[in-house]
């Protein structure tokens, strides 16, 4: 499956973006979608994940009740509503798919539980 994510911006603290991240090539409703960001000199860092209906959520501390990730099986898309943004938000932010999630049967938060990437986009928060 191939992902390309957009949305990103510079945005003032405590504003709000919508990130989407549409997929082509496969049946997307067969995958379980994350949400990870990279900060400058830091490493990947899950932000949050959907399941294959949309029925159960799972979310990184630092965003809980800040973000919300939820999907369109029949568009082909996941998005990452960021509310409340702060500075320490400013990271490259990756969708990924996961093919496997069916047999873990939990929801992943590991970068190597994801099989499928898009190119990342930019947040940059100014304070």
């Known amino acids: 499956v191939q992902l390309q994510a957009s949305g990103g911006g510079l945005v003032q603290a405590g504003g709000s973006l919508r990130l989407s991240c549409a997929a082509s090539?496969?049946?997307?409703?067969?995958?379980?979608m994350g949400w990870f960001r990279q900060a400058p000199g830091k490493e990947r860092a899950f932000v949050a994940a959907?399941?294959?209906?949309?029925?159960?959520?799972l979310y990184a501390e630092s965003v809980k009740g800040r973000f919300t990730i939820s999907r369109d099986n029949d568009k082909n898309t996941v998005y990452l509503q960021m509310n409340n943004l702060k500075p320490e938000d400013t990271a490259v932010y990756y969708c990924?798919?996961?093919?496997?999630?069916?047999?873990?049967?939990?929801?992943?938060?590991?970068?190597?539980?994801?099989?499928?990437w898009g190119q990342g986009t930019l947040v940059t928060v100014s304070s």
């Open positions: 990924a798919a996961d093919r496997t999630y069916s047999l873990r049967q939990r929801l992943g938060t590991h970068d190597w539980e994801y099989d499928y």
């Open positions: 090539g496969r049946t997307f409703s067969n995958y379980a």
């Open positions: 959907i399941n294959k209906s949309g029925s159960s959520t």
